[in-house]
């Protein structure tokens, strides 16, 4: 049996979670597909603003689409990528990176999986 789910932008709850200068609008994917996957909108709380701390998540599968605005991340292996509505960016598991800055209007759709997955900051990476 599928568990088919729907989400509308006239119900949408945004609500804070991992990072404290985003809020996050869950899709109901997790719950579709028993935590498998996850799927939400992230948005930026205006005059928040990123920390720059170094990260990994622990996942198999992770990506986002720009819906509006633009974002900066640093990658420990391509430097310095900005992203603006309409890119996107798989990173794989466990790449070390941090958000440098993003737009007061950013919101991004992000898929991950599985939906549950550690995230450690981590040090810099050596400088070359």
């Known amino acids: 049996m599928t568990n088919t789910t729907t989400s509308h932008a006239n119900d949408a ?3 804070r979670g991992l990072r404290a200068f985003f809020e996050y609008r869950d899709l109901g994917i997790q719950k ?3 935590g498998e ?3 939400h ?19 198999k ?6 819906l509006k605005g633009w ?6 292996d391509i430097g310095v990528k900005e992203f603006r509505a309409g890119d996107s960016c798989y ?10 800055a993003h737009s007061e209007d950013l919101e991004l759709l992000e898929i991950v999986g599985p939906c ?4 450690a900051d981590v040090p810099a990476p050596a400088a070359e």
């Open 41 to 59: 909108v992230i948005r930026a709380i205006p005059g928040e603003h990123a920390t720059g701390q170094w990260h990994t998540h622990d996942l």
């Open 13 to 15: 709850q945004f609500e």
């Open 61 to 66: 599968f992770q990506m986002f689409f720009v």
């Open 91 to 100: 990173q794989p598991p466990l790449v070390r990176h941090r958000e440098i």
């Open 116 to 119: 549950e997955f550690a995230t």
């Open 37 to 39: 996957f996850g799927a």
């Open 71 to 76: 974002v900066r991340f640093e990658y420990e």
């Open 32 to 34: 579709a597909t028993n």
